[in-house]
C-alpha cells in the first residue's frame, strides 16, 4: 500500500537510501554489485530511493549508480529523491545556479525529471533559503522537478519557505534513539501544514541492528555514540533491545523500524523511513519490518531503552550544520 505525502506523491511504504553503497561506510560498491542490490531491493517492494549530489567517493557518484539501476525498471514504477547541498555551487542560490545543479543531478541519474528534490541542509541565511525556494519554484514550473522538500530544516524556515512553494517532505533523522527532533520540534509544523516526513537513519547509523564491538573505521569514528566509552553502553543497550525483539519473533532492527512507524501513526504524521545497507538479506529484513506490529504498551518499553542512549546524534560540527544549527540562528544564539 503506498503512502501519499505533502501535495500528493505517493511513494512505497518503506524507502531505501542509497548513500552507503557509495560513501561514508568503506568502500563504494561495484557498479554491477549496486544494481543487483538495488535491483533486488525494487522487486522486494521498495519502490522509493534517495539519492544526493553529494554522495561520492574518490571513484563513484551515488547519483550515477543509482541511474545505472534506474534504466533497468519502468519509469512509472518508482519514485527517486535527490539532494541539493548548499554552497556546493557557490553562495548563490539563483535559478541559474539551482538549475545547474538539478540538470546536473538530471544527467547522472538518466532522467528528464525528479520526483522529490531537496536542499540538503539549511543554507548560511534565511534570504539564500527563500532564493533557492523561489528557484525551485521556477523549476518545478518547467517540468523537471515534481516535488520539493527540505532536510533538517527548523519549523520556522520550513513555514516561510512553504509560503513560498509547497514543501511535500522535510528529511530529518528520527529512531528510537533520536526522537526530540520530530517529536518535540518539527511535530505540529508538519501536521498543521501536512508536510510528511521522511526518517533517516531510522536504525540509528546500525546502532539499533548490529551495533560494533570495536570503533568504526568510517566516518561514525567521530560520532559520539560510537566513541569507545558510549559503544559500551549501546552495545548493552542493543541486547536489550534484541531481547525484545526475540521474545516477538523479529530483529532487534526490526522491532525498530516498526516501533517508528507504530509512534508516526500514534502521533498523526505521515512518515516513510529510508533505511539504507549493502546486503540483499538486511534489505529484506527491513522490509519485512512492515509485518511487525508494535502495542502501546511495547513501544512505552522501547521507548525507556532508547532513553538510555549513551551520546548525542552527532558531533558539534554536524549538528550546527543541520536543525540544531538553523535552531540557533532562529534564536539568535
Known amino acids: ?41 525494487y522487486d522486494m517492494g521498495y519502490r522509493h530511493f534517495d539519492s544526493a549530489e553529494v ?26 529523491a535527490t539532494k541539493y547541498f548548499p554552497g556546493r555551487h557557490g553562495e548563490t542560490y539563483d535559478l541559474a545556479s539551482t538549475l545547474e545543479a538539478v540538470e546536473g543531478s538530471l544527467k547522472r541519474l538518466g532522467l528528464d525529471c525528479i520526483d522529490l528534490y531537496y536542499i540538503h541542509r539549511p543554507p548560511p541565511t534565511l534570504e539564500q533559503a527563500e532564493e533557492w525556494m523561489r528557484s525551485m519554484r521556477e523549476i518545478v514550473n518547467m517540468g523537471k522537478v515534481k516535488y520539493v522538500g527540505l532536510s533538517e530544516f527548523s519549523p520556522e524556515w520550513t513555514r516561510t519557505l512553504h509560503a513560498i512553494h509547497p514543501v511535500t517532505a522535510v528529511q530529518i533523522e528520527w529512531s528510537l534513539v533520536t526522537r526530540n527532533l520530530v517529536e518535540e ?33 568510517d566516518w561514525r569514528k567521530n560520532q559520539p555514540r560510537y566513541s569507545e566509552e ?48 549493502t546486503k540483499i538479506p538486511n534489505a529484506e529484513a527491513n522490509f519485512a519490518a512492515l509485518r511487525v506490529t508494535v502495542t502501546k504498551e511495547e513501544a512505552t518499553l522501547l521507548e525507556e531503552l532508547g532513553a538510555q542512549v549513551a551520546g548525542n546524534r552527532g558531533n558539534e560540527a554536524y549538528e550546527n550544520m543541520g536543525l540544531e544549527g538553523n535552531m540557533k540562528k532562529v534564536s539568535g544564539a
Open 1 to 41: 500500500m503506498d503512502l501519499t505525502l505533502g501535495g500528493g506523491l505517493k511513494v512505497s511504504p518503506l524507502g531505501f537510501g542509497c548513500m552507503g553503497i557509495t560513501a561514508f561506510y568503506g568502500a563504494s560498491m561495484e557498479d554491477e554489485d549496486a544494481v543487483k542490490l538495488l535491483k533486488a531491493a
Open 55 to 80: 554522495y561520492t567517493s574518490q571513484t563513484k557518484h551515488n547519483e550515477e549508480q543509482v541511474g545505472q539501476f534506474l534504466r533497468t525498471v519502468p519509469r512509472d514504477s518508482y519514485t527517486i
Open 185 to 217: 520540534i518539527l511535530l505540529d509544523c508538519c501536521k498543521e501544514l501536512g508536510i510528511a516526513i521522511v526518517a533517516y537513519s531510522p536504525l540509528a547509523r546500525n546502532l539499533l541492528a548490529a551495533a560494533p564491538t570495536e570503533v568504526p573505521t
Open 230 to 277: 558510549n559503544l559500551k553502553r549501546n552495545q548493552e543497550l542493543l541486547k536489550k533491545i534484541e531481547a525484545m525483539a526475540e521474545s516477538k519473533k523479529c530483529s532487534a532492527a526490526q522491532l525498530s523500524l516498526a516501533w517508528l512507524y507504530f509512534k508516526a501513526g500514534e502521533l498523526g504524521l505521515t512518515m516513510i523511513a529510508i533505511p539504507g545497507t
